[in-house]
C-alpha cells in the first residue's frame, strides 16, 4: 500500500503538430514520461513557463486526457477510463479548480445554483438541503447569501474564483487540481485567493496540485514544487529546498525572478530567449538551447532525473549528476 493518494507514473502524451492533422508526420510531445506523487493532504506546486505541458498533466491527473502511455492511481486503484460510471463516481473525490472562472460558471444560473448543482448530480443530501449547504460552502469561501444570489457577470474575478472553489468543495473532495487558479485575476487580490485555497486546504485536509507559471504563487501554498520544462519534470523538492538553493539552471532562473527569496550565495541567473518549439525539441538536454552553463556533452545527451539528497531531491541536468555522483540514483 502507497500512503500517496494520487500517483501518476510514466505518463505521455502527444498531439498533432500543426499543420501535420491529415499527414501524421510530425507530434508534440506535450508531456513525456512525468511520474509525480501527491500524499494526503499534501500541496504539490507544479511550475513552469506557458506550453511547458503542465496543464496537460494536470488534464490526465484527472482524467479529463486520455494518457498515450503511463497511468493514474488514485487511493491504490488505477483509475478507470474517461467517461465511464466509475470515473464519474470518482470525480465527486477530485475536483477542478480552472483558471478562468467566468468560462467555468453558467452564465444563466445563480451562484446558489450552481454551488449546490454537483450535490445533486453526485446525489448528495436531501434535495430540499442543497440550497442551505450551498449557503454554508459560499460563507466558507467568503461570500454571503446575496451573493448567492446574482449571475455570475454580477461578481468580481475574485468572487467568481470563490465560488469555483465553494462549487468543488461540494461533493467534499479529497484532491483539487487547480489550474491557474489565480492568473485571470488581478494582482491585488491573488495573495488574498492564494490565501483562501491555503485555509480550505488546512481546514478540510485536502491535496492539491497547483498549476502556476508563477513560482510566487507556488511558493505561497505548496509544500513540495515540480518544475517543468518542455514537457518533463526537470527538478522537484520542497518548496524550501528549491527556493533557497534551486539547483537546475532553469529553475535557478525562475527563482532569480522572484524578488527576496534567494539566499546570497546562489548566483543569479536568467534565462534567455523562449522555449524551443516542442515540434522541434532539441537534441541532447532540451534546455541546452537556453542554459548559460551548458556543456558539450549536453547537445548530445539527454539528462535523467536522478534522485539526489537521498531521494528528497530529484534533478535532471549533468553538472548536477557530475557534482552529486555517489548520491544521484535514477528517479522512478
Ligand atoms: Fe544546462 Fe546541461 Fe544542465 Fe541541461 S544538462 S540544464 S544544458 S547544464
Redesign the pocket.
Known sequence: MSDALLKAEGLAKAYPAPGSLFTKQRKVLAVDGVSISVRRGETVGLVGESGCGKSTLGRMLLGLEKPDAGRVIFDNDVMPPGNTRAWRRLRARIQLVYQDPLGALDRRLSIAEQVAEPLGIHGIGEPERRMAQAATLLARVGLSQQHGARLPHELSGGQRQRTVLARALATSPELLVCDEPVSALDVSIQAQVINLFAEIQQQFGLAMVFISHDLRAVRQISRRVAVMYLGRI?EEGTTDDILQAPL???TRALVSAVPNVRKPRTRRMSVAGDPPNPAERPA??D??PR?P???P??RNLR?LLLNIAGGLRKV?????AENEPRQAARAQ
Not at 535532471?316 to 548536477?320: G, M, Y
Open positions: 526537470v537546475h539552471p532553469y541532447g538536454c534546455f541546452h542554459c552553463l551548458a556543456v556533452a549536453c539528462p535532471a541536468c549533468h553538472l548536477v
